[in-house]
């Protein structure tokens, strides 16, 4: 009996540790930034939003993008250091080839 309480104890541990892991995954600070800075032209998750062309599958380079955002070749508006640093666009980057091109 006790055993059978130990192994239940167990399952409900790990349950709420994996809804915990996704949950703070779904939390990820480039998203964050993407969503306050990107979300308005290109959409959510970079697909493709009233002003800007769909980002997925994101191909560019960290330092490809982060030139794309200090001078745009587009209608883009250019972001600045001041307004985006370089650590955030490192986030987006990273947030952006999280995401998966069909969903």
Same mark, same amino acid.
């Given at each position: 009996?006790?055993? *059978? @309480?130990?192994?239940? !104890?167990?399952?409900?541990?790990?349950?709420?540790?994996?809804?915990?892991?996704? !949950?703070? %995954? $779904? #939390? =990820?600070? !480039? +998203? %964050?930034?993407? #969503?306050?800075?990107? *979300?308005?032209?290109?959409?959510? =998750? !970079?697909?493709?939003?009233?002003?800007?062309?769909? &980002?997925?599958?994101?191909?560019?380079?960290?330092?490809? $993008?982060? =030139? &794309?955002? @200090?001078?745009?070749?587009?209608?883009?508006?250019?972001?600045?250091?001041?307004? &985006?640093?370089? $650590?955030?666009? $490192? +986030?987006?980057?990273?947030? &952006? *080839?999280?995401?998966? %091109?069909? *969903?």
């Amino acid at each position: 009996m006790i055993a *059978k @309480r130990v192994v239940f !104890g167990c399952l409900v541990l790990v349950m709420f540790v994996c809804t915990w892991a996704i !949950g703070k %995954a $779904a #939390d =990820e600070p !480039g +998203q %964050a930034v993407y #969503d306050a800075n990107c *979300k308005r032209c290109h959409g959510p =998750e !970079g697909r493709h939003g009233p002003g800007g062309p769909t &980002l997925i599958p994101f191909l560019f380079s960290y330092e490809k $993008a982060l =030139e &794309l955002i @200090r001078y745009p070749v587009c209608e883009m508006p250019a972001f600045s250091e001041s307004a &985006l640093s370089d $650590a955030q666009v $490192a +986030q987006i980057v990273a947030y &952006l *080839k999280t995401i998966k %091109a069909s *969903k």
